[in-house]
Each structure stands twice: as C-alpha cells, then as structure tokens.
C-alpha cells in the first residue's frame, strides 16, 4: 500500500469524527464508493443478468463498509449504476426511515452526493429491503433488491454444486414436491415470504424475502428489477415487462394475503399492513408498512 | 402511540456518539495509543492482519483501537477498506526455505539440520498470572532481561542453512510431491472471483487463510477426534522474515518491495496409499501473517482433511466436506448474516403471524369437530 492511500484512510476517520457536512461525494473515495474496474465488473454481470432473466450470475463481489446481511449485494448493484443525476430512493420493510434505510442513504449521499428523495415516483433507483413500493414504478426506474440468499432451492438441497446443476436442467420437482407436500399437510402452501417464482418461463427465482403479497407486482412491471447477494456473490434480473408467475397448482392457486382491517392512519384496504403492538394487553393497531405510500394517501384523504 | 422504527436517523447520530464515548472510556485514564497496540497487543495485530488479508501493522492496530478490541470488527474494518487499495499485481512466490528464522520447531524429528529453535513462545509458560505486570509502572524494569546484545549474539548462533523439514522427506520420496500447476503464472484470488466448486488448491488456501481462527480450530480438532481423521504429525512450525520480490512491468527483473512476517506450518500425514499412489506420507499446509500458530496448524489439518476426496478417502466429517468447509470460514460473511438477524424483518414475521393464526383457526376447529364426534361417541 502507498503511503498516500494510508494517509487518505486515515483523512477521512477523521473527518468521521468530527461529522462536518461536506458539499459534492466525499473525495477520498471514488464516486459510489467502488473502482470503476469493479463497477464494469458488476455491469456485466447485470448485463448476464437481464439477457438470461432469473439466472443467478455469479459475481466477484466485494468487501463493504456494512455487514453482509445488511444489504452488501443491493448497495453493490447500486453503486455499480448510480450516476450523478440520478435521484436515489432507499426503504427497508417498506419505510425510508428503519435505520439501515437511512444508513444505506447516508452512505450514498456521502459517496455520490445526488439527490435522495422519499417519494416513490420521483426516484429514478429504488434500492429495497423486504418490500416492493405500493405504488406503481414506470420504465424510467430501476428496483434493486437485497438479497440475503438468491438459491430458492437451498432449503431443499445446501449444495451449491447440486442446485446450480438442477437449474441447468430445469430439474425443479423436488420445489413442487415441497409445495405438493405443504397442500397435504397444512391444506394450503405453507410458504408467505421468499415465495418462489418461475421467471420468463425457465428459472425459477426468490424474489427474496418480499411477502407473497408483492409477488403479483414483479409479474411484466414496466421498472427493470435487479437483485444483488453479496455474500453468496450472485446477481439476477428480471428485465421490464418480464413474465413472473408465482408457483401454484390448478386446484390450489397463488393467493396473496388479506387483512380483514384497513391501515388506520390513511385509511388504504389495499396495502400491506405492519401490525404494531401498542400496549401489554392485547392491543394492536395495523398500519401501511410502506411508508412514503402511506403519507401520500393521508395527505390526498385531507 | 405509534412511534415504532420511525425517526431512524436521529437515533443512529446518537447511537453512534454513544460507541464513540464507550471507545474511549473514562478520560481520566490516558488514551490508548495505536503504537502501544502494535508493540504490545502484537498477537491481535497479527491475527487482524491475517484474516483481514492485509499486511499492514498500523492499520490493523488502528482498527483495533476503533473496534474496542472486538477483533472480528476490526477485521472487517481492514477487508472493507482493502477493498479501496489498487492492484499492482502478484509478486514472485515467496520463499519460506530462506526465512529470516525467529522460530523453528519439529515434532517429527528430534534434531534438525539447522536445528530447533524455540524462539518467542507460550508453550512451556506455566499459565500462572504474573500479578507483577498488572503494576500500571516499573514492569519494564523487572522486565526479563535480554538486551540487544544478547539477542545479536542469538542471531549469530543460528544457522543459515535452515531446510525445510518436509523438503527432507522429499528427497526419499516419502511424502507426496507438491508442484506448482503448468499455468501458474496465474494464481486465483477469491476476492476477485467467486468460488466454483471444486476449487483448486490455491482458492482453498486462500479461503483457509482468510477464514476464521476459532471455526478453523474447531475443524482441525474434530479431525484429531475421528471426523476424518489424517494421523497428522507437525513436520515444521516456523516463524520469521521473508523477502517479498515483486517484478514491475517496465523493469522486467525482480525487485524487493519489503518484508513480511510469517508463520508455516508444514503438517505431515499418514496415507496408507492408493490404486495409483504408494504408501508415504501427505502434506497439510497452512501459513498466516504474523505470528498465528494456532490457526496455521489448524488450518493445516483442515487443508489435509480436504484433500480427502481427491486422495480417494471416504468423505465422513464436516472438515472433509470442501463446500461446508469454504462456504463457513469466512467469519465476515459468518458474522454479518448471523448479525442481520437484528435487522427489522417485520413483514416477513407478519406475514408468518398470518399463516401461524390461519393455521392455530383450523387446528382448533378440527380438535373441536373431533371432541364433538367423542361426545357423540361416549353418548352412544
């Protein structure tokens, strides 16, 4: 290592600790953190991704100032496509506001300086945790998702080796066997989030842990939706308008879940609700888990 | 009232002045010095060094002293900011047979050419608290004495010539031949590809190196206990100074770029011999910057234990099993996804409460059809 680079790394656990704001991306780094080397890397790999849409390309993904598990893949993907002018928008469960949202943001603001915002329609990338917005996204926004483990069929076979062979084949019978099995057991398939899905018609993906309530939302949405697993080092894609079908069978088809309330801030019946425990004796209220959506239809219902 | 997760970032600007006082403590007690660190938590250095994968003492010392001692934090300061540093290239293979020698030692013969060189180590201390440096002053002076003089005079005293141990079983060719691969102009790094499974030697090295102490040592013992066993023997612990050369693209010749600090270990292993192969003995190898003996003579039985399946062993513990191994190792990755848990999962939980209510409604429905039916019965 150069001495300058150490002096630079040692610059800016300075500036860390005196939190000044600065004007413009932080210049001891390069814009959105990663090199460009390592950005063009990624962008093939998306690239891969939205030609084969489903597959799970792997990729030399790098080292993060955050966990994995905190959304290393996601803020990979990002960086690797942000560009000055773009208006980035970060949720986690739905809300701008959960903490690891904010910090996702803070880093880019710090990294790139552009210009974050709230409001679904105006963001140009939308980066999620667990949620897929209420609202609508057009052609001219990319959804990208954090994935923390892209195999759907790691639960039914650990092996990386095995899996990857199984979705050269198309071998997916023991995915339907599982499903099969759920229906005899339980009555219904037992599985409400990460619910699997057969993109295109050939692979079948985890949307990642998205409730099965946003499944339908990924099917031909116009916005590219793309997802990055740091840990595990895959991306996928689903391009715009892309067929995405939730697996079900004829006599016991896909259905998402329903709140016999509606959320009691705005009033919406047709969103997901976070049910929140709001005392020690049972009570309980169900409010919008997106938040931005749910301001939105406060403020149009006043 | 609802106030939930809201107003996050409020709450991680405080939380984080509140990491920074519990840093530093009580200000009546004079700061902690990066140097201090470097010169007397030296192990720890070593260890963030290593699983880091960067060779840098006052880095390490410094994410040390960021990290408040939690070394696997520290750890993922250096790989976090590792990720940042420009590649130059690879240098020329370093060469341990020439090793600045500080310590040296076989289990597998009683005396070597070069000889067996205890050098800096805790293994004949008895593990009794020496109450004497617990006096914040003065320890130095009670310190155990060798002063430069002595230590120069040691230096004199050691050999040249220190062969590796294994490298002398070679020559009767009783352990197994280790050869660079045809193409070894390039050597893989799995921070820059993603492993496929099989991976060759040098990816499971590197993983092996980069993986975690304690995960590594859990591994190599339940080898020792019959979870693959490999009847290891230490063929040589060493621990020294090597050379690292590097060829620059318009030079065209090797130049050296500096030194690093190392310690090998060479582990040799019973091997009852194959359909293609006779009886002698393999190698497990394992090699850490710094002074990291536990985990390099881990590491070595878990290289031995994985090379199980192409030796055509039966492949029965974890430490033989190549993907549990290498997926598990690293204690980043480990440590991150075990971690996330405290990320909110509020939709997914809701969404299970959902199906676990739905399902609770059916169950008790059901036992209440079936009391009615024993009610009928008992009636009958």
């Known amino acids: 290592m150069t001495q300058a680079a150490q002096n630079a790394g040692m610059q800016v656990d300075q500036s860390d600790v005196t939190g000044e704001a600065k004007a413009g991306p932080d210049p001891h780094y390069n814009f959105a953190y990663l090199d460009e080397q390592t950005k063009r890397m990624i962008r093939r790999a998306i690239l891969k991704g939205v030609a084969i849409p489903g597959y799970q390309v792997p990729f030399a993904s790098r080292e993060m100032p955050m966990p994995y598990g905190w959304g290393t893949g996601g803020v990979q993907v990002t960086a690797s496509i942000i560009g000055p002018d773009d208006v980035l928008k970060v949720i986690d469960q739905g809300a701008d506001d959960t903490t690891n949202a904010v910090s996702i943001r803070q880093f880019f603001v710090r990294t790139t300086d552009v210009e974050t915002t709230t409001h679904t329609e105006e963001a140009s990338i939308i980066q999620t945790r667990h949620r897929i917005p209420e609202q609508n996204l057009s052609e001219d926004q990319i959804l990208v998702y954090q994935v923390p483990i892209p195999e759907p069929l790691r639960f039914l076979e650990p092996r990386e080796s095995e899996t990857r062979k199984m979705h050269a084949l198309g071998e997916y019978g023991l995915m339907h066997v599982k499903l099969y099995e759920d229906i005899a057991t339980h009555g219904h398939i037992a599985t409400t989030y990460a619910y699997p899905v057969k993109v295109n018609g050939h692979y079948i993906m985890d949307p990642s842990p998205t409730p099965k309530f946003d499944n339908p939302k990924m099917h031909r949405m116009p916005a590219l939706q793309l997802f990055g697993a740091g840990r595990e080092k895959r991306i996928y894609a689903i391009p715009p308008h892309t067929a995405v079908y939730s697996l079900d069978f004829e006599d016991h088809p896909f259905e998402v879940q329903q709140w016999e309330q509606s959320c009691e801030i705005c009033g919406a019946g047709d969103t997901f609700l976070d049910e929140v425990v709001t005392d020690d004796q049972g009570g309980r209220m169900f409010v919008c888990s997106d938040s931005d959506h749910c301001n939105r239809h406060q403020e149009a219902a006043e | ?380």
């Open chain 2, 1 to 380: 009232m609802y106030v939930a997760v809201k107003g996050g970032e409020a709450a991680i600007n405080e939380a984080h002045k509140l990491l920074a006082e519990e840093r530093r403590g009580d200000k009546a007690v004079p700061e902690l010095s990066t140097t201090q660190i470097d010169e007397q938590l030296s192990l720890a250095v070593d260890r963030v060094m290593t699983e880091g994968s960067l060779f840098d003492r006052k880095l390490a010392a410094l994410a040390i002293k960021q990290a408040r001692g939690d070394l696997i934090e520290a750890i993922f300061l250096i790989r976090a900011y590792r990720t940042t540093l420009p590649r130059f290239g690879s240098s020329i293979p370093v060469d341990t047979a020439e090793m600045g020698i500080r310590r040296r030692i076989s289990a597998t013969f009683k005396d070597i050419p070069g000889g067996q060189i205890l050098g800096p180590t805790f293994d004949y201390t008895h593990r009794l608290l020496d109450f004497k440096l617990a006096a914040e002053e003065g320890s130095d002076s009670e310190a155990p004495h060798v002063g430069n003089a002595d230590l120069s005079a040691t230096d004199a005293l050691l050999d040249d010539a220190m062969p590796r141990v294994v490298d002398l079983l070679g020559h009767e060719g009783l352990i197994e031949e280790e050869r660079p691969a045809e193409d070894d102009a390039e050597v893989g790094d799995l921070t820059r590809e993603p492993m496929s499974f099989p991976v060759d030697r040098d990816i499971r090295l590197q993983n092996l190196a980069r993986g975690d102490e304690g995960f590594l040592l859990a591994l190599g013992y339940s080898t020792q206990r019959g979870y693959g066993r490999s009847h290891p023997f230490a063929g040589e612990i060493r621990l020294g100074e090597v050379a690292v050369e590097f060829i620059p693209e318009d030079l065209g010749f090797p130049i050296e770029i500096g030194e690093l600090t190392l310690t090998e270990c060479q582990m040799v292993n019973q091997f009852k011999g194959s359909a293609e192969a006779p009886p002698q003995f393999t190698r497990g190898y394992g090699l850490s910057f710094g002074h990291c003996e536990r985990k390099v003579i881990a590491m070595a039985l878990v290289d031995r234990a994985l090379k199980g399946r192409a030796l055509g062993e039966a492949v029965e513990g974890p430490a033989q099993d190549e993907e549990f191994v290498m997926e598990h190792s690293d204690n980043i990755q480990a440590t991150g996804f075990v971690e996330h848990l405290k990320l909110p999962h509020y939709v997914d939980f809701q969404s299970e409460l959902e199906l676990v209510r739905k399902m609770r409604r059916k169950a008790t429905d059901m036992s209440a059809e079936s009391a009615d039916d024993e009610i009928v019965e008992a009636a009958e």
